[in-house]
């Protein structure tokens, strides 16, 4: 069985795992901080926050500077985070190496692409929009299209449905523990990348395989078939 017929769909985290999105991440979360009178966060701790939405994020920052959130002024906050992230240009987002080769080249050979994201969906599709990868997915699941975002499966199934596959059909690729955990709850095999955001020692993510670069998935794929 060839790698298509084995896997028909690709499905993709994005924060960490096509692109390095933390610099305007950090820089949306410090205009905010500065904002509330707050301290700035550097770059390295910002990678420790990201990948469980944008209210965990913002939560999460604001502790950092010894300041909780009560969950009333959570939500606007995090609103107020996401005014202020979707508006920044994406010059600071970098694509990383081998994502736009290898994607093409997996679209071309016939399988169908899809999102994943904990991000909010709007957002989503205009980073992808920007970035010029918009073209390449088939479907996009952001941490608002479902009730429940990663770790839970809801948003993996739902990105399975609009690409039409079953379990036995999808391969999920992420940095991180909650797109594991996604991928276990849906049952599907899972690729986690290594130089994104995992925030635990790689190995304890329990990923089916690891890649050091993503041009590595078509290999890692046949290992999977
Ligand atoms: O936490 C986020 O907002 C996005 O993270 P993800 O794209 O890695 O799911
Ligand atoms: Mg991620």
Not at 183 to 188: D, E, H
């Amino acid at each position: 069985m060839s790698i298509l017929e084995r896997f028909p769909a690709l499905i993709f985290d994005f924060d960490g795992t096509l692109i390095d999105s933390a610099p305007d991440i950090a820089l949306g979360l410090n205009r905010l901080l500065v904002a509330e009178g707050r301290r700035e966060l550097p770059l390295s701790d910002v990678h420790q926050m990201i990948g469980d939405g944008a209210g965990r994020l913002v939560e999460q920052a604001f502790a950092a500077t010894g300041a909780a959130l009560t969950p009333a002024e959570l939500g606007p906050m995090t609103e107020r985070y996401l005014a202020i992230y979707g508006a920044l240009p994406v010059d600071r987002s970098c694509i990383y190496p081998g994502v736009v080769e290898t994607l093409t080249a997996l679209k071309n050979a016939g399988h169908r692409l899809g999102l994943c994201t904990n991000k909010p969906a709007g957002i989503s599709v205009d980073l992808l929009r920007d970035l010029g990868l918009d073209a390449l997915f088939d479907a996009v699941a952001g941490g608002d299209s479902v009730a429940r975002k990663k770790p839970h499966p809801d948003p993996l199934l739902f990105v399975m449905e609009r690409l039409g596959v079953g379990a036995g059909g999808a391969v999920m690729v992420g940095d991180n523990a909650n797109d594991v955990a996604a991928a276990r709850g849906a049952g599907v095999p899972v690729v986690a990348v290594a130089y994104g955001y995992p925030r635990m020692a790689l190995a304890d993510l329990g990923a089916d395989i690891i890649i050091d670069r993503f041009a590595d998935l078509p290999g890692a794929l046949a290992r999977l078939g």
